[in-house]
């Protein structure tokens, strides 16, 4: 599989690259804690189209493609962004599909009018629990029993204060939400919807995992023992290698799920999952080989490090366990179980 990137691609992340680089800073992404949200990041990607690219243009959006997608949301897992980029284009590209019962909603979205956030977790009991910008958003895209709806999201929200310093929130359905499709149609958007949140955060986790590379190696290069870099040491380089070499497998399984929605359709859901799991696997274990490389500086709240270490855990958890992504693999390959 081919990784290289055309000329426009190029482009697209070096613009990116360098908007997170002046607006996500490590000292925004802390000054955005606990709430996770920083206003003016999310303003100025708004204005750089970041929904708009998830919407076909027959609704009036830009029609990227699913690789240029995960490209921005890989360096928005580098920078760790406090802006809710993938929830926000899964619930945007869903409200397209669904056609007319959205189309009102979706251009509130397109305009900045209305955050509209993607709830990856079916309801229960009356309430959608861990919806991704949940504190910030005013509306979910959530599976209700066999119903696709837009849920509005009231004042009696609870915050759910979270490892990542995510805007998470539990929402209590209200009779006022907007019917998007019923039964099958219903439950296949939800699902694909969800494979396409799946590999954009399995994107995002390969940019946490890269950039804990990175900032654990310069420290290795930096910190000093008995007159030698740490980094000389085979017990702290061989554990960076090991993730530099992860990082490098969960990228080219990330972007084959990408590349799958169009070139691999019925492998799609499968694809995506494994790649989410293998990209959680892979940013966790290089946030703790990175910390703990740092000694007991990587567990003080000044250090970097535990930025990205936080974040790769609690972004993945938004879903399920990964033990429980696993099954939707299997169920691709060999079918649901009863019950």
């Known amino acids: 599989m081919d990784l290289s990137l055309s000329s426009e691609q190029r482009q697209l992340v070096d613009a990116f690259s360098a908007m997170y680089a002046r607006l996500a800073t490590t000292e925004r992404v802390r000054a955005a804690e606990p709430s996770g949200f920083d ?20 609704s009036g959006g830009l029609g990227a493609t699913n690789v240029d997608l995960a490209l921005v949301a890989e360096q928005h897992g580098r920078a760790i962004a406090p802006a809710p980029l993938v929830e926000t284009q899964v619930a945007a590209c869903l409200l397209a599909e669904c ?52 849920a509005p999201i009231g004042k009696g929200v609870r915050t759910v204060e979270n490892l990542g310093s995510m805007p998470l929130a539990d929402i209590v359905l209200r009779d006022d939400f907007l019917v998007l499709a019923e039964g099958e149609r219903a439950q296949g958007l939800h699902s694909a919807a969800l494979d396409r949140w799946l590999m954009l955060t399995s994107l995002a986790l390969v940019g946490i995992a890269a950039r804990a590379v990175e900032i654990g190696a310069d420290y290795a290069k930096q ?6 870099p740490i980094g000389s040491f085979q017990a702290v380089s061989h554990p960076l290698a090991d993730s530099a070499t992860a990082v490098d497998g969960a990228r080219l399984l990330a972007y084959k799920a990408a590349c799958a929605f169009v070139d691999e359709p019925g492998r799609a859901s499968e694809l995506a999952a494994m790649a989410f799991v293998f990209a959680y696997e892979t940013a966790r274990d290089a946030t703790r080989h990175s ?20 974040r790769a855990r609690g972004w993945a958890m938004v879903y399920a366990e990964p033990s429980a992504v696993l099954d939707r693999v299997a169920d691709m390959r060999y079918g649901a179980v009863a019950g």
């Open 223 to 228: 910190r000093h023992a008995f007159g030698t």
């Open 99 to 150: 056609g007319d019962p959205g189309a009102t909603v979706l251009r509130a979205v397109l305009n900045g009018e209305q955050i509209v956030t993607f709830a990856p977790r079916p309801s229960r009991d009356g309430r959608i629990a861990l919806v991704p910008a949940g504190a910030i958003a005013g509306a979910a895209v959530a599976l209700v029993d066999d119903m696709l709806i837009v």
């Open 39 to 58: 206003p003016e990041l999310w303003r100025a990607l708004i204005e750089a189209g970041v929904v708009e690219m998830a919407v076909c243009e027959a």
């Open 291 to 310: 910390l703990h490389i740092h000694g007991g500086y990587g567990f003080g709240m000044e250090q970097d490090i535990q930025l990205y270490y936080r």
